[in-house]
């Protein structure tokens, strides 16, 4: 990639519990980054809430933070940024006043259930079920996508509806909320979202890209409220008066999951897992609109600038991932950070039969059970923290293999790009992959290899590129160029028993069942 010292491209990386600014140099070398955390609100069990407010406010400082960063260290960033990517959680749901620019309620996050009698509403009174949308959107109804989440919000909140009849109502995932600010806001901030995250909010259809009117009627959703849907790499504005950086165009937006495929460099029939809060696998399955039979959702790739083709991808999303590190770290106290679990993990050679289902939300990707909870099943009296440690990290790893066995069955052989030793080479990112004991159970339960960049946080990196690409700093096939990243990449080869593994996963299944229907226990 390009040397040129003096070009940089900036990368809003907007997550579930973090936002972060990161600036990268022509050679896609990260020379300055900021991050904070900002607050969760969990005001009823099972619901999850942000203040609009304060992710734009977090999206302030980090620019600011990092600018400041890369700065000290010599680099002219204020002269030589040529754009910025954005990316961000996807499906959580804002809803804001077109005239005074204030959220009419908080963001409505995820992994929210509150929306789930509208599902099974839903669900008897439409024809076509649970999968009514299916057929355009590639996604079942569930509490997860935006749609519902705004049918939650037009039917409770008193101001929203007057918003919405008034005319003075607009709806966006993170990415809409965060564009219109930078570029102006109330006075005339452009309202667009891009087709990744569109095609989350059950309402776009995967083939014209456009959002679906038959789905707009069904649900009596206006569509006036909606934004325009856009490529992932284009200039789409200009950041306004009053944030630190003036001027810079906006060139790319994705999803995180998607600029995490984008920045992983995944081709037509490779994989990719993000393992944050959640825990996310996509394949790309390239021009093709893969429908699944086995509890995945169809979604898009990437799509790499207005006239440029279409990827899709099959995708597996996993609600609970890293959060159970959380968990135990905050709601239990076992551990008094999150690098302390491998440690702990370490001193055991297994978990003593114990199998930890981390359903607190429900289950998704393939089960799609929001009945379900939580359960830790199999301990005696010989369990101790190290087991339930252990028991955590093969959590996400046995969730990632259910997903991946889903995925297999849905590509075919001839929807995925193996090595020359016939093996499935499963990508991964994300900030709990710095573990290595998860990289090597997960290649474990798998059996077949994980590779780990040297570059983990490949969110950030894939807006980045999304971005340079829009404006000339790179091209495609500098992106997906992958030798020179395979060079310093880690790959982790099983060495579990073929016997076992299976036994292990046999035992996994049985736990997975008794999280069913439990989401009615007697507080």
């Given amino acids: 990639m390009s040397k040129e010292a003096a070009v940089f491209i900036g990368s809003i990386d907007q997550g579930t519990t973090s936002t972060r600014f990161i600036i990268y140099d022509g050679s896609a070398k990260a020379v300055g980054s900021h991050q904070i955390e900002f607050t969760q609100f969990y005001p009823v069990a099972g619901w999850v809430e942000h203040d609009p407010m304060e992710i734009l406010e977090s999206v302030r400082i980090c620019i600011a933070k990092a600018l400041d960063k890369a700065t000290a260290e010599g680099h002219n960033v204020d002269s030589g940024l040529k754009a910025i990517g954005i990316t961000n959680q996807r499906e959580t749901t804002v809803v804001w006043s077109k005239s005074t620019g204030l959220p009419l309620y908080n963001a409505i996050v995820w992994m929210d259930v509150r929306t789930s009698s509208i599902c099974r509403r839903l669900e008897k009174e439409l024809s076509g079920g649970r999968n009514h949308f299916e057929p355009s959107c590639g996604l079942p109804i569930s509490t997860y996508f935006s749609a519902t989440k705004l049918l939650w919000l037009l ?32 006075k005339n901030g452009l309202h667009v979202t891009d087709v990744s995250n569109a095609s989350r909010t059950m309402l776009m259809n995967l083939k014209t890209l456009n959002w679906d009117k038959e789905t707009l009627k069904a649900l009596e959703i206006p569509p006036e409220i909606l934004p325009k849907i ?10 306004g008066t009053g944030w630190p950086i003036p001027g810079v165009p906006i060139a790319g937006c994705l999803g995180d999951q998607h600029a995490a495929m984008l920045g992983q460099a995944c081709g037509r029939g490779e994989a990719k897992s993000t393992y944050g809060t959640g825990a996310f696998i996509l394949l790309n399955t390239g021009a093709e609109i893969v429908h699944s039979k086995h509890g995945l959702l169809t979604t898009m790739a990437f799509k790499l600038g207005p006239s440029a083709p279409t990827n899709y991808a099959l995708e597996g999303s996993i609600a609970i991932a890293g959060a159970a590190v959380q968990w135990l770290r905050d709601g239990l106290g076992i551990i008094n950070n999150s690098a302390e679990i491998e440690e702990l993990a370490s ?29 830790c099943v199999g301990m005696t009296r010989f369990t101790n923290k190290s087991h339930i440690c252990r028991a955590v990290l093969e959590s996400m790893c046995f969730q990632v293999k259910d997903v991946l066995d889903s995925m297999h069955k849905d590509a075919g052989e001839k929807g995925e790009v193996k090595n020359e030793k016939g093996e499935f080479l499963l990508r991964v990112d994300g900030g709990a992959t710095v573990n290595n004991l998860l990289m090597q159970l997960q290649a474990d339960l798998l059996g077949s290899p994980v590779l780990r960049p040297e ?3 490949t969110t950030a990196l894939g807006a980045a590129y999304a971005a340079g690409l829009a404006v000339g700093v790179w091209k495609q096939n500098q992106i997906f160029s992958t030798e020179e990243k395979a060079k310093t990449a880690r790959i982790f080869h099983p060495t579990l028993e073929e016997g076992l593994r299976k036994k292990k996963v046999d035992s996994w299944c049985k736990a997975v069942e008794r999280t069913f229907d439990l989401a009615d226990l007697s507080l």
């Fill in 155 to 186: 039917e409770n909140v008193e101001a929203v509806r007057e918003a919405v009849n008034s005319g003075d109502a607009v709806f966006g995932t993170v990415d809409t909320w965060l564009i219109w600010n930078l570029t102006g806001g109330v």
């Fill in 230 to 239: 856009v490529s992932n790499s284009e200039i789409i504005g200009k950041i």
């Fill in 347 to 375: 001193k055991v050679d297994s978990t003593g039969g114990v199998y930890f289902v981390p359903a607190f939300n429900g289950l998704f990707a393939p089960w799609w059970r929001d009945d379900a909870r939580g359960v």
């Fill in 455 to 457: 570059n983990i946080e």
